[in-house]
């Protein structure tokens, strides 16, 4: 049996951008997590990219708790460990309300 496999576009990285928007990825890497998330991070220019690791006791497909980092555009990256989904996204959704607090954006 042989599968093929076509390369998907890019569509976070086309995007138009638009002042004071924010724009949050996510990333399943095999291997070199960290090195392949910044740069995606910086490629698609993106304020902030969850990274997932896809092999090991952290794959995140299934019900498993997933192993993820959370960088951001100014450089910072922050180890989640392994957590449930769930977890994972309350840390998002406090990520945005940090960046629009920041920004003086409201609700």
């Known amino acids: 049996m042989t599968v093929r496999l ?5 569509l976070i990285g086309r ?10 990825g ?20 993106l304020d902030v990219l969850i990274a997932q690791q896809a092999n090991g006791e952290g794959s995140p497909f299934g019900r498993r708790p997933v192993h993820a980092w959370m960088l951001s555009k ?4 922050k ?5 449930d989904k ?11 309300e940090r960046l629009h607090a920041r920004a003086g954006s409201c609700c």
């Open 6 to 10: 076509r390369s998907t576009p890019d």
């Open 15 to 24: 995007l138009p951008r638009r002042i004071g928007q924010t724009v949050i």
């Open 26 to 45: 996510f990333a399943l890497e095999a291997d070199r997590v960290l090195k392949r998330a910044s740069a995606k991070l910086r490629t698609k220019r």
């Open 74 to 77: 100014s450089g910072s990256v």
């Open 79 to 83: 180890a989640l460990g392994a957590r």
């Open 86 to 96: 769930s977890a994972v996204a309350r840390v998002v959704f406090d990520a945005i």
